[in-house]
């Protein structure tokens, strides 16, 4: 039987000593080299072998690849009283072809289940975070990643063997995907790789992660919170557009077909001539931070959600930033440039909401990276990065001029 403290009576010495912070953290995430050793020792797997597989590795991730079909189903679930393939038999509705030269398009507001190509067999000291990609994000197509037996989305615990799955929902337009198509990413961490707030701030004291325009942000112009991470802004001054709106009832977005389709026909532009904008209820936006963001060669980075408090919005579906974002160094190794700003994919729910410029609007949180990687984010890349954008849309919209 547990003890109860009678109302009034001090509590235990030991319930109101809080727990200490700690100033340092243990663990890192894995980055490319690391990655291509757990390929080629079969740990991330696929049926063709190693050969397909390598050149998915980032910097510090690894892009996952579309299987042959997509199954629609009913609603999304969690594998663990039942199998995947056991719900899909008592879900799913029909099954879409991947793998012809047309692949399949899959519809707005439906859900769909997708078996990745690649399969896990993770060490015992080695578990796996998912994220969407920033392409899948910027098109508004939600996803998660189920791996059968574990309760949470979006991770595979320690020691992790088997198969993983992907859940699709296009949300504003209409998605053709083929077979290799890539949605999501993983990134795989040895313990806890997140820098703790004090390990943060000496990091700033070195060199600085985020910047004003062309002016570094010091360390006590930036919000850290207790977690590891620093808050920042949602930037809609001196932009024009301010922002993108996704249109209704548009064609098909060819998703891996690079530049293929004219921002106008898809997208809204947003004004915001006092710094300010009214989010539409259920409606998707595409902003970018007031802040330019360096991530250093041996951190990688995720954006978070401030807080529920500050309203009902739902932000940064894809907020992975790999090592090497925004960052450029001299001929001497040394940090030059200013940065790169945070592309933020925005829904506002329930009732119309106003945001400002400078408004508080996600959280930046820092993970410690095993050491430099081969490459970092940008460089030797196939087709175009997001390395040097600011409110850039998906590969597959064509580029506009920058205002």
């Known amino acids: 039987m547990s003890a109860i403290t009678p109302a009034g009576d001090a509590a235990p010495a030991a319930a109101r000593t809080p727990a200490p912070v700690p100033t340092r953290s243990e663990g890192h995430i894995l980055v490319d080299h690391e990655l291509e050793d757990l390929i080629h020792a079969g740990s991330i797997a696929s049926a063709s072998g190693p050969t397909d597989v390598l050149p998915q590795v980032q910097p510090a991730s690894l892009d996952l690849r579309l299987g042959e079909r997509a199954h629609r189903v009913r609603a999304g679930f969690l594998p663990t009283t039942a199998s995947i393939e056991e719900r899909i038999e008592v879900l ?13 398009v899959l519809e707005r507001g439906l859900v769909y289940l997708v078996p990745l190509l690649e399969r896990l067999e993770l060490p015992a000291d080695l578990a796996v975070r998912f994220n969407p990609r920033s392409s899948a994000g910027r098109c508004d197509v939600f996803t998660r990643v189920l791996c059968p037996g574990h309760p949470r989305f979006d991770e595979a615990p320690a020691g992790y063997r088997g198969p993983v799955w992907l859940e699709i929902s296009p949300l504003s337009f209409p998605v053709r995907l083929h077979r290799g198509d890539r949605l999501c990413q993983l990134r795989v961490h040895r313990e806890n790789p997140g820098l703790t707030t004090d390990e943060l701030r000496e990091r700033f004291e070195q060199t600085p992660l985020a910047f004003d325009g062309d002016r570094p942000l010091g360390v006590d112009e930036v919000r850290f919170d207790h977690d590891g991470g620093i808050e920042l802004n949602l930037g809609l001054a001196g932009r024009d557009p301010a922002g993108w709106r996704a249109s209704l009832h548009t064609e098909v977005v060819h998703f891996s077909r690079e530049g293929a389709h004219d921002p106008d026909a898809f997208w809204e532009p947003v004004s915001a001539p006092d710094g300010r904008c009214i989010l539409a209820p259920e409606s998707f936006y595409i902003f970018a931070s007031r802040e330019r ?8 980075a995720e954006m978070l959600p ?18 090497g ?10 940090p030059v440039g200013t940065g790169t700003p945070a592309v933020l994919e925005v829904r506002a729910h329930d ?17 410690r990276a095993s050491s430099r990687p081969k490459r970092l984010y940008g460089e030797a890349r196939e087709g175009a990065s997001y390395q040097g954008q600011d409110l850039t849309l998906a590969r597959a919209f064509r580029r506009t001029p920058p205002a």
């Open 351 to 367: 009732v119309p909401f106003l945001v400002e410029d400078g408004q508080a609007f996600f959280r930046l949180k820092f993970f």
């Open 92 to 104: 799913g509705t029909s099954t879409l072809d991947l793998t012809g030269a047309e692949g399949a």
């Open 293 to 300: 963001l360096r991530i250093p060669p041996d951190l990688a």
């Open 325 to 334: 974002f925004g960052w450029a160094e001299g001929a001497d190794g040394s």
């Open 306 to 323: 401030v807080d529920i408090g500050i309203g009902e919005l739902r932000n940064n579906y894809a907020g992975f930033f790999d090592s």
